[in-house]
């Protein structure tokens, strides 16, 4: 390798450092700012869970066929295998017997090209231009009321939840259709409760749970993004530092057989 291919090399890896830094800063401003908003929101998703905990005393997911699956992640790449183990969860549940004509949501643009080589026909639609921004729970709302038409009992939303900073793992929420929760589920025994009133709080709440999954689910992608940053630029330093020492190596090579020829020349000449 020449001496010129290496300095371009070298050239190339600096400028690749710089991009892979700055990615990380962006991801780690966007993950400060997720986690503030997750702070607001993770009550209302954890007090609903307690409320289905609490009420319910139900899961009927193993008796239920077709459910409504919603695959929570992103248009954007760079994070890792964040979006790739959401997508392997949904297909093993796809793969269940039962589960042959159940339908997915792909909440971005990366569940759909994963999922459209093996299950295509699965797919009922998907929402596009998510992660740029924080999700909200208009957007949240929107998605939902898009699944009106879809005809379900129980729906999964698989996300990614954050354990420590750094470190995630698959978990998924389940939801259950407004009249068979009112009619076989505990709450239905709530009489001081007027029926639509608890209609109206179990279509708010499942939104509301959409819309916590979203946050979370964000708020590992802007960590697992800023990790994979961060370990980008790491490997492209490493390669330039090695890089640099071929070069100084090859540079150094070349000036002392130059210095060589030089000084054998000059001792032919004062000999004639």
Same mark, same amino acid.
């Given at each position: /390798? ?6 371009k090399k070298i050239q190339s890896y600096g400028n690749i450092n710089k991009i892979t830094s700055s990615l990380k800063l962006v991801s780690a401003a966007k993950l400060a700012k997720t986690e503030r908003l997750l702070k607001d929101v993770r009550p209302f998703g954890h007090g609903t869970l307690s409320f289905y905990k609490h009420y319910t005393h139900i899961n009927m997911l193993d008796h239920i066929e077709?459910? !409504?699956? &919603? ?42 090209? !994963? ?6 026909? *699965?797919?009922?639609?998907?929402? &596009?231009?998510?992660?740029?921004? *924080? ?26 939840? /954050? ?26 025994? /709530? ?6 009133? /608890? ?9 509301? !749970? ?63």
């Open positions: /390798m020449s001496l010129r291919t290496i300095q077709n459910h !409504l699956i &919603f695959a929570i992640t992103s248009d954007r790449g760079l994070c890792g295998g964040i979006h790739t183990s959401i997508v392997k969860k949904v297909k093993q549940e796809l793969d269940r017997p039962d589960q042959k004509l159940a339908k997915v949501v792909c909440v971005g643009q990366k569940s759909e090209e !994963l999922l459209a080589k093996s299950h295509k026909s *699965n797919i009922l639609f998907t929402v &596009f231009k998510i992660g740029k921004d *924080n999700p909200t729970f208009l957007e949240a709302s929107k998605i939902f009321n898009e699944c009106n038409y879809a005809d379900f009992i129980a729906c999964q939303i698989f996300y990614n939840r /954050m354990v420590t900073r750094g470190k995630s793992h698959v978990d998924w929420i389940s939801i259950y259709n407004t009249d068979f929760l009112l009619t076989v589920a505990h709450i239905a025994s /709530m009489e001081e409760v007027e029926e639509e009133n /608890m209609r109206s709080y179990i279509e708010f709440s499942t939104v509301s !749970l959409l819309f916590f999954a979203m946050v979370e689910n964000s708020l590992c992608e802007h960590s697992a993004r800023m990790i994979a940053m961060d370990s980008a630029s790491k490997n492209v330093k490493s390669l330039s530092e090695k890089l640099s020492l071929e070069y100084n190596r090859k540079r150094q090579f070349k000036i002392t057989s130059d210095l060589i020829d030089i000084v054998s020349g000059s001792q032919v000449i004062t000999e004639k």
